[in-house]
């Protein structure tokens, strides 16, 4: 026996027979492109192959290299391989797949791809190679394969289908060879035959396409629709249910540690490890846990399988280890799954498609598509089809958690905003407190200064009442005196007149008097200022001189400026400001008192703090403002405090000395209640200068009730 390969020689001429072949093979190709559907193109190539040629049998096949198969499609003639029987007696199988090393000794020739001839009934052939026609090829074959028998086999290679190589294949057990013009005719058959198979895969690509962007839209219609991954998974698998038209679709929601630790505590366990024991007891938590994590739809007559699918099974384990697609024709073929595996003879699953769903690198889920009527061979389309509607599930079940966390989140938050509501409401009764202990602090400094500036005046006064009630006493004893003896003087008068003096009572007396009354005006002043600084009366805004505030703070403070600082006042010309007075005063107090904490921790140079106020037009705002400076010959503030200075607490006193309230306030005071700016500039070892700028009209007034900056929200670090 010998099989083989003809190569078409060039046509030296055209004879009417090459056109009466050109016409015929012109009219079997219309018929042939007459439809779009792969199916109807085969079927009636191999249909007029039969009607032109006299053949028992044609029919077209697919050889998939990369899994040594073949599979049939169609056949036509009066010898069809449905009906043929092997050599043994044994039904060949007809339409189908079939392995490779069913055909014998065409398999070699089938794998190595070229165009095929092998002679028929080879038991009446004598040995040896056959007499070749012109432009054939031979070579010594095997005897021949159970599938086509000892028929006369005409295999002509067609291109089309991606991955796999076609085959029309003529069929004839009465002929011992094939003439060269059948062979010819063959080809030329092929020619068109191969363009409508384009054209037809073409259409197919593209309404497979459309199917899969068609179910990819409705999953993703209904992702919008809903957030529910339980109502997504159940639609999604049914549409591809019925897309793939499979028997069984299976999605299983991969569990995270978390999860399974969440499962194993519903389930009466404090480890993960006990799952697996808990769920094998089948009691009320293992059925919440299939609800949770598995959702099946199959078709009839195949029943639910949830309550045998094994969760860690070996595919399982597979896809999550290796993030892959598994594709399986044949189950009992597959050394993972075994021969005897009793999750899948129970499920009756003949062919599986496993698809990992997962998205961002995060494995979701696990797809597994599962033919039970039959074994399938699973083409790259349905791979694409159900890799696209994984990919889709990945996103809507990562969107479908992000809700749930999100929410989860949104519930937290809610707690945490009330517990938060909760501290603030205690921080600001303690804010409150502490900014009452400040300003309870400082006005008992300012008491003990007014106190100590009261002090002396009136002690004077005080001293110098016995002198005035003694001398007043001896004037009316003179005077009763005159009154009884008058005109006469006599000796107790004179005794008298020795004894009171009267020329230096008349002389002390109106010093004494100018002396209490300058004591009464020192006393005056100081409430003057006091009232001035805090300005009771005037809580709202109002138009003031800034001057006024400088200088009655500077007599409120008149006790601690020791007698070797000097007190330099550089004042402009300010127009009246419009302000709050005693919060602006407050602010005055904050600083000159820092001031003069700082000049006395110089050593031998100068103390000196420099008042200095000027107006000036703000040029990015168009209007004009007052500038107040408060300069220091102190030691300076290191550069890595000064931006902490105005923070609410902070301060470089001793425990007990101060909250770090003072300048905090004052922060708060000129930008907030001013609309102004107050800038701190230090150099270390030559003093700090303090600048507040403010609007001589504000822009936008706060409202009459504003509160006390001072109880105001601190200044955040």
């Known amino acids: 026996m010998v099989w083989l390969r003809y190569f078409r020689p060039k046509a030296s001429h055209y004879d009417s027979s090459f056109i009466q072949q050109t016409t015929l093979v012109r009219q079997i190709g219309d018929r042939i492109r007459s439809s779009l559907e792969l199916s109807v193109v085969l079927q009636t190539a191999v249909e007029e192959v039969v009607a032109q040629l006299p053949v028992e049998c044609c029919l077209f096949l697919w050889y998939f290299q990369d899994i040594q198969r073949v599979q049939v499609v169609c056949e036509a003639g ?133 199917r899969r962007e068609r179910l990819v839209n409705q999953i993703t219609a209904q992702t919008r629709q809903s957030l529910d991954v339980k109502k997504i998974l159940k639609r999604a698998i049914a549409q591809l249910l019925n897309a793939l038209e ?68 070996p595919i399982t384990r597979w896809v999550i280890e290796n993030r892959q697609q598994v594709v399986i024709s044949d189950i009992t073929q597959d050394p993972r799954i075994g021969t005897d595996n009793q999750e899948y003879r129970l499920a009756q699953i003949q062919s599986s498609l496993v698809v990992p769903v997962q998205a961002n690198g995060t494995l979701q889920a696990i797809l597994y598509l599962n033919q039970c009527s039959h074994i399938r061979y699973w083409t790259r389309d349905d791979q694409k089809l159900a890799q696209a509607v994984a990919d889709q599930l990945a996103i809507s079940i990562q969107q479908a958690h992000l809700y749930a966390k999100t929410r989860q989140q949104a519930q937290e938050s809610a707690a945490q905003a009330e517990r938060l509501s909760e501290a603030l409401l205690n921080l600001q009764q303690t804010q409150a407190h502490l900014i009452q202990s400040e300003k309870m602090s400082s006005l008992g400094q300012l008491v003990s200064g007014i106190a100590h500036e009261i002090n002396n005046p009136i002690s004077f006064i005080y001293g110098n009442i016995p002198f005035v009630e003694r001398y007043v006493k ?4 003179l005077l009763t005196a005159y009154q009884a003896s008058y005109p006469q003087s006599t000796e107790k008068l004179r005794d008298l007149l020795e004894e009171i003096e009267p020329d230096f009572v008349l002389e002390d007396l ?84 820092n001031a003069l904490e700082a000049v006395e921790s110089v050593g031998d140079r100068p103390r000196i703090i420099t008042l200095t106020t000027e107006s000036f037009w703000h040029s990015p705002l168009e209007q004009p403002w007052v500038r107040v400076a408060i300069a220091d010959t102190g030691p300076g503030i290191p550069a890595h405090l000064q931006p902490k200075i105005f923070d609410p607490f902070f301060t470089t006193k001793s425990v007990g000395q101060g909250y770090g309230l003072g300048l905090s306030i004052a922060y708060q005071t000129i930008v907030q209640q ?34 006390d900056p001072s109880f105001a929200a601190l200044r955040p670090v």
């Open 78 to 210: 009066d010898r069809t391989l449905s009906g043929s029987t092997l050599s043994n007696g044994t039904p060949s199988g007809g339409i189908g797949h079939f392995p490779l090393t069913k055909f014998g000794d065409l398999a070699s020739a089938i794998d190595h791809g070229g165009l095929i001839l092998r002679p028929g009934n080879a038991s009446n052939r004598p040995n040896g190679l056959l007499g070749l026609q012109p432009g054939m090829q031979s070579c010594p074959i095997d005897p021949p394969g159970p599938l086509f028998g000892d028929a006369a086999v005409l295999m002509i290679p067609v291109e089309g289908q991606e991955h796999s190589r076609g085959y029309l294949v003529c069929l004839d057990s009465t002929r011992q060879h094939w003439s060269p013009d059948t062979v010819e005719l063959m080809q030329a058959i092929a020619q068109p035959l191969e363009m409508a198979i384009r054209q037809a895969q073409l259409y197919d690509r593209l309404q497979k396409q459309a």
């Open 246 to 313: 499979v028997d069984r679709c299976l999605v299983h929601l991969v569990e995270a540690p978390d999860e399974l630790t969440d499962v194993a505590e519903d389930l009466g366990n404090s480890h993960p490890d006990a799952l697996g024991d808990s769920l094998g007891d089948r009691g009320e938590g293992y059925n919440r846990f299939r609800r949770k994590h598995l959702f099946e739809v199959c078709r009839d007559p195949f029943p639910p399988t949830i309550e045998d699918f094994d969760t860690d099974g």
């Open 674 to 707: 001013h609309q102004g700016t107050l800038e701190c500039h230090s150099t270390l070892g030559k003093g700090t200068t303090f600048i507040l700028e403010i609007p001589i009209c504000p822009p936008t007034a706060p409202p009459p009730d504003a509160p």
């Open 474 to 477: 001896d004037l009316l004893r």
């Open 510 to 593: 109106p010093r004494i008097l100018d002396s209490m009354r300058a004591g009464a005006s020192r006393i005056r002043e100081i409430v003057l200022s006091l009232r001035n600084f805090s300005r009771v009366h005037e809580a709202n805004r109002k138009v003031v001189d800034l001057h006024e505030g400088l200088e009655s703070t500077l007599k409120l403070l008149q006790h601690s400026i020791p007698a070797d600082v000097e007190i330099c006042r550089c004042y402009g010309d300010l127009p009246p400001v419009e302000c709050f007075p005693s919060r602006l005063n407050q602010v005055f107090f904050h600083i000159i008192k």
